[in-house]
Each structure stands twice: as C-alpha cells, then as structure tokens.
C-alpha cells in the first residue's frame, strides 16, 4: 500500500517522536520503519510489547542482508517487531557505520511502498543534498517534513522543500506537507511559517501544527504512564493524520493545491 515519509531539513524537531505518533493513529495497518541513517532511536527508547528491552536483530540491517539478493514482503513480516501499546516496527541501525555500507535506498522504497495491506510510515531523518535516503522519496505517496519554529530552521526548511518538490516532480507529484511543532497556543507561529511557504511558492499542500507537547512526548520516550490519547500531542496528531492517510489511500484525490493550515 502506501508510503508516508517523514523527514527534517534542519535541527531535531521530533521526526521520530511524530513517524511513531502517525503510525500509532494510522487508521489502516501500519509499520513504522526507521531509514535514519544517522541512527536509530527507537529501539534505545521504547520497551517491546511484553515490557523487556526491544532486540535490535530483527531491524532494517538484518532485513537488507537478508534480502541481498531479492527484497520481498515477507521479508518485512520476519524483521517487525511490536513495541509496548501494539505499534509494528523496523527498527533502524545502530550506528551511521552501518548505513554507509547499506546501498539499497531505492529497492528499500519500493518494497515498503508495495506492502500488502500494509502502510508505511518511514522516519528519514535529517535530509539535504545528497543524503543516501533520498532516493526513498521516490517511492513515497505523501511527504511531510518536520519543523519546529526557530527561524534559521525554517529558512533551511524553504529551501529544502523546493528541492524536494523538484525531486518529486513538482505539482504533480506525491503531495508534500509541513508539521510545524509548536505550543499549542502558538498557532500564530504556525500561520507565519505558512505564509512564508506561500510566499517561496512552494507546492505545498497543507501546513499542520503538532503540539509541542512534553507529557505526550515522553510516551514517545519510553516513559509509559497514564493514557497518550488525553494529551494535546495526541489530539493534534488525529486530524493530520486523518489527511495524510487520505493522501496515501491508493488514487490519490484530486489535489486542491492552496495551502492549507490545520491546528
Ligand atoms: N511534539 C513534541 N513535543 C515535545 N517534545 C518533543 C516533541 N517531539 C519530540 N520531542 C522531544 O524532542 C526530542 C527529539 O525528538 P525526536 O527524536 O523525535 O526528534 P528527531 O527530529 O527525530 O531527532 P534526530 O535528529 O535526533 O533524529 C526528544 O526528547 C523528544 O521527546
Ligand atoms: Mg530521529
């Protein structure tokens, strides 16, 4: 089925705090596959599904040098594992060493974007000119970069979508949208930053804001108490994903290229 990227231009926003929240909330079956070549986080912060330490052999490493020679879907089902609340994920490589040496970007693309009845959510990272996980971005139904509101991160952001819409293939390719973290109340930080997008006359579909949220964050640390879905983190999340999962639903709907604000 379909593949959501997510990805920054600049800084540590929360692309994995937010690849995780999305698929959580996804309204189909859903994996979040961690392709940061920096690093991954998630198995250092979250418990499996019985409480213990997640096993980091499963993971995108072992599940390349197991498809050396061919990349297939099942591939996918022998290296997921469940995190503690039930999300599937493919955890990433443990030191940017091993991404050097991986190569396989753009099978890796395809083989999670052709996932039977199974979405794909896939935490990129930080991107730029040349990052090995570009080529990803090819396969992807609907691009979201991550940005939070300190002004140089957002000058690196403008410039980063304009590459990557040219890469995707402008207006007609796989829509691209914009998560702005904020405080909640700060929705007027979000409405400048739009209307900077606007001004760059980047096509950029939809600008959302995702709370900037400690209590909902920690869950995403590991830190597993009381329930994430009363959390303004949480709460934000529903209608972007809602949107975006609409974005990634096979036929894509006809686009209304305006740009939208959603908070
Ligand atoms: N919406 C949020 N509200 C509050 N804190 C957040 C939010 N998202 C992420 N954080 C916190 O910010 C830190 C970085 O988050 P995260 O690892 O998701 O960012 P990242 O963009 O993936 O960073 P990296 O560049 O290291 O991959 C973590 O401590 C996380 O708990
Ligand atoms: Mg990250």
């Not at 879905?229 to 290229?257: K, M």
Request: net charge negative; hydrophobic share 45%.
């Amino acid at each position: 089925m379909g593949l959501l990227a997510m990805a920054s231009a600049k800084g540590s926003p929360g692309v994995t705090t937010a690849s995780m929240l999305f698929a959580a909330l996804w309204p189909r079956p859903s994996i979040m596959v961690e392709c940061d070549p920096s690093g991954g986080d998630v198995a250092l912060r979250m418990p499996g599904a019985d409480g213990e330490p997640l096993d980091t052999n499963p993971g995108l490493l072992n599940l390349v040098a197991a498809g050396r020679r061919s990349l297939y879907a099942d591939l996918v089902r022998q290296h997921t594992e469940q995190i503690i609340g039930g999300l599937e994920v493919i955890t990433g490589m443990t030191t940017p060493e091993q991404a050097a040496g991986l190569g396989q970007w753009e099978p890796l693309g395809a083989l999670f974007s052709e996932l039977p009845g199974t979405d794909s959510v896939v935490d990129l990272g930080r991107i730029g000119a040349g990052t090995p996980q570009n080529a990803i971005l090819a396969s992807a139904s609907a691009v979201v970069l991550v940005v939070d509101t300190v002004p140089s991160n957002v000058v690196h952001l403008r410039e980063r979508l304009r590459k990557v819409s040219d890469g995707l293939g402008g207006e007609a390719g796989a829509p691209l949208h914009v998560v702005v973290v904020a405080p909640p109340k700060r929705s007027r930080a979000v409405a400048e930053i739009r209307d900077a997008i606007v001004q760059s006359q980047t096509p950029v579909e939809a600008v959302h804001h995702l709370a900037h949220d400690t209590t909902g964050a920690a869950f995403f640390l590991g830190q597993v108490t009381g329930s994430p879905a009363r959390t303004a983190l949480v709460r934000s999340a529903q209608p972007i994903v809602d949107a975006l999962a609409a974005r990634t639903a096979g036929a894509f709907l006809p686009a209304d290229r305006a740009v939208e604000v959603t908070s």
